[in-house]
């Protein structure tokens, strides 16, 4: 089993949607939570960041982390076609070499 | 232009050939990251560095040399390139706490 599973998609939505994308896991000591976006032909771009249990919000963008229940998640309001994407959720422990551990993506595409 | 630059961004390679990938980075990150993207695999970890002349395996090292001199720089080879390492390769660095910051990557071929 995966350390890091992730919602495996692929998600299509209208533009105006409200967009949740979701990541379990099984490793206790992972403390820091990561949203990653991937376009196409590009490297991943951060674009969430998150230090143990909490909510965090930015602009449209919204990281849940709940570490009892093993559960992260990023929402996304008011989703725009420029929001199509592979969106990746990492973490990594503070004892652990700086790895990060990636989730396999979720493929989003937001309709006009 | 700071950042993280990967060479080059496509290689066609033939079976047994050695490749190099290269990867430099502007920031004087202590940790850097080789990773490779399948689909169905996701992001898997190569090998890293923590520092200058001190590097460490992966997930996935077999197949895959490699050496960091400076702390700019972490090039990858594939001493002996096989078809299963057909992949878009990313290097990333970071300095602790902080996240990965990725190049945008080097799509091999090996035929």
């Known amino acids: 089993q995966k350390e890091v599973e992730q919602d495996p998609g692929p998600l299509s939505v209208p533009e105006g949607a409200i967009v949740s994308l979701n990541c379990t896991y099984s490793n206790s000591a992972f403390q820091y939570f990561m949203w990653y976006r991937q376009y196409s032909r590009k490297g991943p771009e951060l674009l969430m960041y998150t230090y143990s249990s909490g909510n965090k919000e930015d602009g449209r963008f919204t990281a849940q982390v709940d570490k009892s229940s093993k559960y992260i998640s990023l929402f996304i309001r008011d989703s725009q076609p420029s929001d199509s994407a592979t969106y990746l959720c990492a973490m990594s422990a503070r004892t652990n070499a700086g790895k990060s551990t990636f989730g396999d993506g979720t493929t989003l595409t937001v309709k006009p | 232009d700071a950042g993280i630059t990967q060479s080059p961004r496509y290689k066609i390679t033939e079976t047994g050939r050695q490749v190099t990938l290269m990867c430099h980075q502007t920031?004087?990150?202590?940790?850097m990251f080789w990773y490779r993207q399948d689909l169905g695999h996701g992001l898997r970890l190569i090998y890293y560095?923590?520092?200058?002349?001190?590097?460490d395996k992966g997930e996935v090292p077999d197949g895959y040399v490699v050496s960091r001199s400076k702390t700019e720089n972490f090039p990858l080879t594939l001493e002996s390139a096989t078809r299963s390492q057909t992949s878009v390769y990313f290097c990333?660095?970071?300095?602790?706490?902080?996240?990965?910051?990725f190049g945008n990557g080097t799509r091999l071929t090996v035929t």
């Open positions: 920031w004087s990150h202590s940790y």
């Open positions: 560095s923590a520092a200058a002349d001190i590097t």
């Open positions: 990333a660095s970071r300095d602790r706490p902080s996240p990965l910051h």
